[in-house]
Each structure stands twice: as C-alpha cells, then as structure tokens.
C-alpha cells in the first residue's frame, strides 16, 4: 500500500497541487477515478450475480419469457448501459473539463500577466524572458513569479517536445514553427519539477526542468541582476583567466557566456553555477560536476549533442569546469 501512496506527493505529483489550473486537473482526476470506481463495482457485481444465478442448484432457464420481450429485454441494457451511461459520462466530464481547459488558455481581459518563453530542444530547455529593459535567457531553470498568473509560450527547436510541470496545471506541446500557450500560476513560493511529457528521442526520459517560484520582488531582483550582471572579461588577470581563454576558444561558438561569445547552438551558461543540476537533470550541481560533465557528458548522457573533448588537457577541462561554477546573478 506505501508503494501506491508514494504516488501522491513529490514534485511531479499532480495529486498534490500547487496552483488553481493544478486543483481543477486534480479535482477532476479525483472524480473520474471515482465514477470509474462506482461503475467498476457495479459491474462487477451484476457479473457475479449473474454467475451466482446460474450455478444455483435451483435454477431452471425461465421458459415464461417470450421472444419478444427478451428483445425488448436486450434493447433496454444496450440503451441504458451502452448509449446512455456512456453519454451522460461523457456530458458530465466535458461540463467539468472544457472549463478547466479553458482557464489554462491565456484568454485575453483584466490585467496582462507576464510572459516567460520556453524553447524545448534534444533534451534540454531554453527559457527566455522577454523586456523592454534587455531579454534574459537561461536554461534548464526556470524562475517565475509566486501568486501571479503568467503566461508561457512554448515551442520546440527540433521535434515535438510537450511542456509540463504537473504541480501547477495540465502540460501544452511544444511544436517546431508554432508558438503554444498556457497560463499557469504558483500559489506560494517553492520548487516544482516539470518534465517533456512527448517522446522526443533517446534521451527524453532525461529532460527534466527545475523551477523555482519566488515572490514577485525577488522575481524582479533576479531579472535585474541578471540583466545588469558585468560581463565576463577575458583579459582579467587572476586564476580563471586561462579557463576563459579556453572557452573563448573552444565553447564560444555554441554556448554563451555573457561577454564571452554569442553561440546559440548550446544552453546559455551565463549563469550555470546558480543552477540545482547539468545536463537537465543528469548531475546535481556540486564542487567538480562541471568538469565531471566536461569529461563523461557522453555516458552520463549518451546521445547528447555536446562533442568529446579528448583534444583538451584534462586540468585545462578542470579549470574550465571549476570558473563554470562560479558564473552566477
């Protein structure tokens, strides 16, 4: 029983919801799961009744039954239980879930809540947040604002990817050339795990993202630190230096470090040491687990599309690592 119960908390539970689109998901759950449970019971019940009558040391078929009324007999369990459970099912599910649905739709009235942009790529996440004041981007973590709707707007880099964090509403696909929308709103502060809920290649089960609600003033310190964090300088003379050099020369073309190179290709790594994990969810972000990603991405990931860098001297990679981790807000 401890087992199956496990199944109703954590931080991918959507038996234990953190906002109100997550509540209408659960309160509908709870009432399917129950008219399935009635309907189960009920069967059963006749089934065995039905078997309990016909092993019966008395029983004797009932001849008084013409033909006839066996059809009309036959008639009435198709109409009721085939046409008209089914169908009043049907009604009731759809009178509780297209409201449910609808309040996830970013429709348009009263104030206009924030946007946050999230790209899904083989497997890892890009998010952006958009502003007049200068764009965010990040990867792999997302941070929202606490107590307010915000509405996200998805797409997918490369396949069809599907964005869910089952804590705070139902999950939208990500869908290459198409922007999706779905409002979704934390209740009170915490960390929600969200997970690519469309098979998107080897490594989808790997593809996990870290949010973080915090409430709107931290939010906005967070946006304007990040926004005005100085840029990284190749040229300044102290212990990461070389490290910098190395990734001028051999990262920059596909990562971005803010004042080190532009590369879209990869996540952003601006602020890569804030970060709980690497690689989506592959490593915890502690002392040395960069330069452990550095050096085994390949088997701790296979199929990632970051290459080998057996060409790089193993302190080099150690170093490179080591100035990742300090690059925060």
Not at 43 to 57: E, I, Q
Not at 132 to 139: H, L, P, S
Request: glycine share 10%; net charge negative.
């Amino acid at each position: 029983m401890l087992p199956v119960l496990a199944g109703c908390g954590g931080s991918h539970s959507i038996l234990d919801p953190a906002g109100p689109a997550a509540r209408d998901v659960a309160w509908l759950w709870w009432g399917m799961l129950i008219g399935f449970g009635l309907v189960f019971v009920a069967v059963v019940a006749l089934w065995l009744a039905a078997f309990r009558r016909r092993d019966a040391p008395d029983h004797r078929p009932d001849r008084s039954v013409s033909p006839d009324e066996e059809r009309r007999l036959g008639l009435r369990w198709i109409l009721g239980g085939g046409i008209l459970l089914p169908g009043v099912s049907i009604l009731v599910l759809l009178a509780f879930g297209v409201p449910a649905g609808q309040r996830l739709l970013p429709l348009p009235g009263g104030e206009t809540p924030r946007v946050i942009e999230v790209t899904g790529h083989q497997w890892w996440w890009e998010v952006r947040y958009p502003d007049d004041r200068g764009e965010v981007v990040t990867a792999n973590h997302l941070v929202m604002p606490a107590g307010e709707p915000v509405d996200f707007h998805v797409t997918g880099a490369d396949v069809i990817h599907a964005f869910w964090v089952p804590r705070l509403g139902g999950k939208i696909d990500m869908i290459p050339g198409r922007i999706n929308r779905i409002r979704l709103q934390a209740d009170s502060p915490g960390v929600f795990g969200a997970q690519c809920a469309e098979y998107c290649g080897v490594q989808h089960a790997h593809m996990h993202l870290h949010v973080e609600a915090v409430p709107p003033e931290a939010f906005d310190d967070w946006l304007a630190a990040r926004r005005d964090a100085e840029p990284e300088s190749s040229d300044l003379d102290d212990e990461h230096a070389p490290a910098r050099d190395t990734f001028t020369a051999h990262c920059a073309s596909c990562h971005r470090v803010a004042g080190l190179g532009e590369g879209d290709v990869g996540p952003d790594l601006s602020d890569l040491g804030a970060r709980a994990t690497l690689g989506a969810g592959t490593l915890a972000m502690e002392e040395g687990a960069v330069a452990q990603w550095l050096t085994e991405h390949q088997r701790l990931k296979p199929g990632n599309r970051m290459p080998d860098h057996d060409h790089l001297d193993p302190q080099a990679l150690e170093a490179l690592g080591a100035w990742l981790e300090t690059l925060r807000p």
